[in-house]
């Protein structure tokens, strides 16, 4: 499991100097890995009308928001995430959509721009890394005419 310092450490690579609005999720995290879950990056965004921390873990992506009274979390699995959207535009603005057991996720105002780009590839790379055609080209199986 990623430790608070790990991810203290990450959060300041990847959000850079602008921490604001996440302070809370990023003190808080740490309690929503399962035990050898390792945090990848790290990025802020809106969700559900909500800002909070988008977190790409070995296992799922989470989005993760913390306010007044209210703390919630959605998680999308990699075997539960059919395909995924991720875009920048020229205001700086990060855009990325989960596509997830028939649901459609909307990510938006991802800060910095780039973790969307980031974040899309990273999952992309697992969807292709799981697929059954991936699996049988990793079995030895030679291909027949």
Known sequence: MTTTEEIQELAEQKLQQNRFGVRKELKTLHELLHEGEAVLNLGSGVYGGGQGLIVVTDQRVIFYARSLGRSWQEDFRYSKISSVQSE???????????????????????????????IGDYVRSRLAADSPAAAAQGSGSAPTD
């Open 88 to 118: 920048t535009g020229m205001l700086g603005n990060g855009k990325l959509v989960i596509f997830a057991s028939g649901n459609k996720a909307d990510l938006h105002t991802i800060y910095p721009q780039e973790r969307a780009g980031e």
